[in-house]
């Protein structure tokens, strides 16, 4: 008679390093849907408290809007890296400076959202380059209204 086998004949143990990398990972996806959201909050905040602008947008504007859609998605590829450039921040400063932080942020958005359905990225990606762009240039308005507070120093 065989001996009786008393369970598996490879036990599978955890190593410390799959461990770190487990948690490392659900650590990395938590602080990608934080950003998202909070970035999704913040853009839906600046739509709602941005006034009416589509209105005020001239045929220069609605151009403006194009090339930085059209920066976004079809980005610059540089030599001898896999690094890309776009072009669509100076349209997305020059909405900015014509007609303020909610028609620049919302075409920047937009673009955003297109280029990366079309690169095939993940909607956790997706919802991170989203939120991490609306939450800089939110951050970018805040700080540009904090260096236009009286300094110490100067007359007032």
């Known amino acids: 008679m065989a ?30 849907a934080l950003v998202g959201a909070l970035g ?17 947008m001239s045929p220069v504007h ?11 998605l079809m980005p610059i590829r540089l030599a001898g890296s896999d690094d890309e450039v776009t072009t669509s921040s100076a349209f997305s400063f020059a ?3 014509m007609l303020g932080l909610a028609p620049a942020v ?3 958005a937009v673009a955003s959202l297109l280029a990366d359905i079309r690169m095939g990225k993940s909607w956790r990606s997706t919802l991170f380059n989203l939120g991490q762009r609306n939450l800089s240039s939110r951050l970018r308005r ?9 300094r110490w120093g100067r007359a007032c």
């Open 106 to 108: 919302l075409a920047q």
């Open 142 to 150: 805040s700080l540009r209204e904090f260096s236009e507070w009286p």
């Open 40 to 56: 999704v909050a913040l853009l839906a905040q600046i739509a709602t408290m941005g006034g009416w602008w589509v209105g005020e």
């Open 3 to 32: 001996p009786a086998r008393r369970g598996p004949i490879f036990t599978t143990k955890t190593s410390r390093f799959d461990r770190l990398k487990t948690a490392t990972a659900v650590t990395l996806n938590r602080y990608l």
């Open 62 to 72: 609605w151009v403006l809007f194009l090339f930085l859609v059209i920066g976004e």
């Open 95 to 97: 909405l900015l400076v």
